[in-house]
């Protein structure tokens, strides 16, 4: 079994509707992370979360929220979808920081998003 | 404030030859990561190598290895003996140590192995 899933993998939806995206993870990491991918612009932090007590926006939280579960859960809302909202979520997961790179970060296979 | 900079869009290279993606990238943090990720056309992320800023050593895994050059600020991925599988999109990303730990990502480097 995969060490991070998300679901749904795609999901098309309305402008104005609400949409939950789910990450679980099995690595026992306490960071976890949710990216959207548009083409040409690479990876795009949205929120990251160091524990189930820690949430912080990244660079472009506008127009979404989470929700940490639990040590291995993390949840991405939509609250009205848009269509620029169109776009690759990924979801990732990573230890604590040291000098030998052991916060790498593990991503989860991706949510196809399309916002009608 | 931290920036990473790809700016080969796309890349071709011969099968069985060696390719060098570059990487360069700007911070104030006297310590920070630098990774490499390869994203097939399935779409998955994966994590191919890591350099730290101490590191005296470049990074090498299997036929993959980081040609760190500090002084440039430059963290080069090198493919060798380049295989059909290879073709995909490589992306950098730095991590500085110091404040969030947060992860940027470059825009990305398209490549394609030639039969």
């Known amino acids: 079994d995969a060490d991070v899933t998300q679901t749904p993998r795609n999901r098309i939806t309305k402008t104005g509707k609400r949409i939950m995206l789910e990450c679980s993870q099995t690595?026992?990491?306490?960071?976890m992370y949710w990216y959207r991918q548009d083409p040409g612009l690479g990876l795009r932090l949205i929120y990251y979360?160091?524990?189930?007590?820690?949430?912080n926006k990244g660079e472009i939280s506008d127009g979404y929220s989470v929700s940490r579960q639990a040590q291995a859960k993390f949840s991405l809302s939509l609250e009205s979808a848009i269509p620029n909202q169109t776009a690759l979520y990924f979801c990732?997961?990573?230890?604590?920081?040291?000098?030998?790179?052991?916060?790498?970060?593990?991503f989860g296979p991706g949510t196809r998003l399309t916002v009608l | 404030a931290q920036k990473i900079t790809q700016t080969q869009p796309g890349m071709f290279v011969q099968e069985k030859e060696a390719v060098t993606l570059d990487c360069t990238y700007d911070?104030?943090?006297?310590?920070?990561?630098l990774f490499w990720y390869k994203q097939p056309s399935s779409g998955e992320m994966i994590f191919l190598i890591y350099?730290?800023?101490?590191?005296?050593q470049n990074a090498t895994e299997g036929r993959y290895s980081l040609n760190f050059q500090k002084a440039r600020k430059s963290a080069n991925l090198v493919i060798s003996a380049s295989q059909l599988g290879d073709s995909a999109m490589y992306f950098c990303a730095m991590r500085e140590t110091s404040g969030t730990y947060k992860y940027i990502f470059g825009t990305g480097t398209r490549l394609k192995v030639l039969a």
């Open positions: 911070t104030s943090d006297p310590s920070y990561g």
């Open positions: 979360s160091f524990d189930v007590k820690d949430i």
């Open positions: 690595k026992g990491h306490d960071r």
């Open positions: 990732a997961t990573s230890d604590l920081p040291t000098s030998a790179g052991t916060d790498t970060q593990y």
């Open positions: 350099q730290g800023s101490y590191d005296q």
